[in-house]
């Protein structure tokens, strides 16, 4: 079993791992913590991504968009 917890490590308590006991019962585990990053830091963390992301900001705010009706296109498949 995988799963993913997202929580801020100042909200880990006791309450935490009690929970972690119940799910887990008496199996082996791996406990792995890596710190999140921020969604918008990291897609604006390379200046080429920055770049696209911009100008994509400034065709929406000049109202050049393209609509896409999703179900039709999956229709076709």
């Known amino acids: 079993m995988y799963t993913t917890f997202h929580i801020k490590a ?14 887990f ?24 991504n920055r770049k696209m992301l911009e100008k994509s900001l400034r065709n929406v705010e000049k109202g050049n968009v393209i609509e896409v009706d999703i179900d039709k296109y999956l229709r076709k498949k």
């Open 10 to 23: 100042n909200e880990l308590d006791e309450n935490f791992v009690k929970a972690l006991k119940m799910i």
């Open 25 to 48: 019962k008496s199996k082996r585990i791996s406990i792995l913590v890596e710190e999140e990053q921020d969604e918008t830091e990291y897609l604006l963390s390379s200046p080429a």
